[in-house]
Structure formats: C-alpha cells, structure tokens
C-alpha cells in the first residue's frame, strides 16, 4: 500500500517569513496530493490540492509544488501570518478511488 | 448544508463498556471514512464505505471495532468492550466519489476517553 512520510514534524518561523513543508510518496499509481490544515481542536480543512497532470499550484499565499520523478512534493506558505499556526497534513491518493493515506503532520508555529 | 455531523462529541467511559459513535455524512455523498487521530500514530483510516457497502476495513485495529451504515444517511462506530489505549479522536469524513477524485470533508470528530 501506499507510505506517505511528512517533513519537518514541527515547524517555528517568524511572522512573515515563508514556511516549507516537504511529503514523498512510495506508490507511482498515486496521482492526487491534498493538503489539509488543522487548527488546534478542530477538524481538517483542504486548503490545497494538486494532481499529478501539473507541477505547480497556487492559491494566495500557499503553494503546492508536485515532482512525480522523485515521488515528492511540498506545500509553501509564503509572508507567514500567526493564523497559519496549525498542523497541516499532506495525502495521497489514486483518482478514482477515495482513500487517502496521509502524513504523520506537521506542527506550524508562527510567532508574532 | 449542516456539514458531516458527529455524535457525541465528547465521550468519556470506563474500560469493558461498549462505546457506539455516530456520523451521519454531507447528503447526497455516497462514500464515507472513519478514521482515528492519536499524537504517537496520526491520522489513520480505520474503514471506508461505498454506497453503504463497506469497501476496506483493513484499518480496523482489532475484532472489539465494528462499523454499520445501515443507510446513506447514517454510520456507527461499536468498541466492545473499550480500553483505555481507544482513547482518541475519532473522525468521520463524507465525499460524492465520481471517478474523480474529490475532496473529503470531516466532521468536528468525538473525542473519546477511555478510563
């Protein structure tokens, strides 16, 4: 099946500064990558999503940058604001079927 | 939409009493998720139905989980008897599958403890 590992699990950046989250994935059959953001006691949100027929999405201040050669990709949030203090969880997935395996997290801390 | 509806929302028990979670999904979603978080483990899928009809269980952690969608508009997570490792939150998540993928979207989850 399919392994998703997520890079760094914690992440401290000053406001402003730009944040990098880094995934790989280990099934090449795997060709959709959503990000989801997880505010302290609720539940997780989509606020990205790339699949695999393009390398590179943008919405605002987030980024998701796909490499399908090297099964990796990342999630950039750029001009860092302390609401974006969350965990944020990349996944993978094969169109076609709903199942996603998801990253262990990463904990962003943004500070003022 | 009220989104994907969870109950309770908190449930704390003692250890041997059985435990049930409800969801109900986004209406007119066909696929439904239950997954559990823990800070050691993440967010793991414990079950995954299609049109009622469980489709991969292969999460379940052992024979004490069982899970029913006796209708589209209805699923329950069973623990019995319960231990203090179930302790966790448990998500339920809802998507309209259609080839394509779509988004899955999460319940605010039960947080259950387990004594």
């Known amino acids: 099946g399919e392994n998703v590992e997520q890079h760094p699990s914690t992440l401290s950046v000053q406001e402003g500064d730009s944040a990098v989250i880094k995934c790989t994935y280990s099934?090449?059959?795997?060709?959709?990558f959503p990000w989801y953001k997880q505010e302290l006691g609720k539940r997780p949100q989509l606020i990205i999503d790339i699949r695999s027929n393009v390398g590179e999405k943008k919405d605002q201040r987030i980024a998701v940058t796909l490499n399908k050669t090297a099964k990796h990709f990342s999630l950039h949030i750029t001009e860092t604001q302390p609401e974006d203090s969350a965990v944020y969880f990349c996944a993978a997935s094969s169109e076609g079927y709903s199942t996603l395996t998801f990253g262990k997290g990463t904990m962003l801390l943004v500070s003022p | 939409d009220a989104g994907v509806i969870q109950s309770p929302r908190h449930e704390v028990t003692e250890m041997g009493q059985e435990v049930t979670l409800r969801c109900k999904p986004i209406?007119?979603?066909?696929?439904l998720f239950w997954y559990r978080q823990t800070m050691m483990r993440g967010l793991e899928l414990l079950i995954y139905?299609?049109?009622?009809?469980?489709?991969?269980d292969s999460g379940m952690p052992e024979d004490r989980f069982s899970a029913k969608m006796p209708n589209a508009s209805f699923s329950t997570l069973k623990i019995q008897p319960s231990e203090p490792r179930d302790s966790a939150v448990y998500f339920c998540a809802s998507t309209l599958t259609s080839g394509a993928y779509n988004e899955q979207f999460f319940g605010p989850g039960t947080r259950l403890t387990v004594l």
């Open positions: 139905f299609n049109n009622n009809v469980p489709i991969d």
């Open positions: 099934d090449s059959a795997s060709n959709y």
């Open positions: 209406s007119g979603h066909n696929s």
